[in-house]
């Protein structure tokens, strides 16, 4: 089976393991280059960059760095004509200066399946996915917190995991 669409997730840990400074242009170029060079012919990549915190992090990033890490990556994704760049750092309830709301993380930076549910019900991502039908209402119902989870976070994966995240390929009949 051979794939026509990916998503790519990157520049978020070099942002954290640098002290919240944005990841560094060239080298997010560099690693969408590299995806396109080890897939089939004719991929298109989704950059989507990250939505706001929801608490300032264990490394004291907060929602300014990640809008400066969101520039960065749509930057990197200039003149790359595979990629394609959904800003998403308003989809949570935050912005370049408040926290998403706690509703749709499992902890400061991480997304429950409600927060990957609205990402990937986006109207940009479902188009770019070639989806059929248009998303508007809101794909969830629950009630707004601005409380964090009462559970404590633990190396087990969570719901939210990347891994538990929808697929990130949509399958062509070439």
């Known amino acids: 089976v051979a794939y026509s669409r990916a998503w790519a997730s990157i520049g978020g840990n070099d942002a954290l393991q640098s002290g919240c400074a ?28 990250y939505g706001s915190v929801a608490a300032t992090t264990e ?9 400066a ?13 595979f990629v394609d760049f959904v800003d998403v750092l308003g989809a949570f309830g ?7 709301s706690w509703n749709f993380y499992d902890d400061a930076i991480h997304l429950n399946d409600r ?17 059929d039908g248009a998303v508007t209402a ?26 538990n995240a929808p697929p990130t390929a949509t399958p062509t009949d070439a």
């Open 59 to 67: 490394e004291g990033c907060g929602p300014p760095d990640i809008a």
């Open 138 to 163: 809101e794909p969830t119902t629950a009630t707004p917190t601005d409380a964090p989870p009462t559970a404590t976070p633990t190396d087990t994966p969570t719901t939210g995991s990347p891994m």
């Open 94 to 100: 935050g912005s370049a200066t408040a926290f998403s």
């Open 22 to 49: 944005p990841p560094d242009v060239t080298t997010l170029a560099r690693a969408l280059t590299e995806i396109k060079d080890a897939a089939p012919p004719g991929l298109r990549v989704l950059a989507t960059g």
């Open 115 to 131: 927060g990957y549910e609205r990402l990937f019900t986006l109207p940009a991502v479902q188009a770019f996915f070639e989806c």
């Open 69 to 81: 890490m969101n520039a960065a990556i749509r930057e990197a994704t200039v003149g790359l004509d």
